[in-house]
């Protein structure tokens, strides 16, 4: 059974914007923390951004004033909007949730999408 589902990912250039969604179901928005990592090619999958009860939010350095976080409860989805995208940002991106609150831990999420590419050109 499948229960987050990313979409959204793409090619875009230096400097454009690209938005990720991860539709899930009422049961899991309303009582997890929804993270975002990513995973470029020969690295380890790092953490990108978290949200708990569409309120609290939590960013990586790296893509602090970059990246949005956001919850649509008409949809019971994630989001996050990336503006201002650079090279280094290029990976797959995998939305998951977790019981355990806001936290950038992968070991903290127990229920993981199957990713979406991005890839930014120079």
């Known amino acids: 059974q499948v229960q987050l589902v990313e979409s959204g990912g793409g090619l875009v250039q230096a400097g454009g914007s690209l938005r990720l969604s991860c539709a899930t179901s009422?049961?899991?928005?309303?009582?997890?923390?929804m993270g975002w990592f990513r995973q470029a090619a020969g690295k380890e999958r790092e953490f990108v951004a978290a949200?708990?009860?569409?309120?609290?939010?939590y960013y990586a350095d790296s893509v602090r004033g970059r990246f949005t976080i956001s919850g649509d409860t008409a949809k019971d989805a994630v989001n996050l909007q990336m503006d201002n995208l650079k090279p280094e940002d290029t990976a797959v991106y995998y939305c998951a949730a977790g019981s355990r609150g806001l936290s950038g831990r992968s070991d903290s999420y127990n229920i993981w999408g199957q990713g979406t590419q991005v890839t930014v050109s120079s």
């Open positions: 949200i708990v009860y569409n309120t609290r939010t």
């Open positions: 009422a049961r899991i928005f309303k009582n997890y923390g």
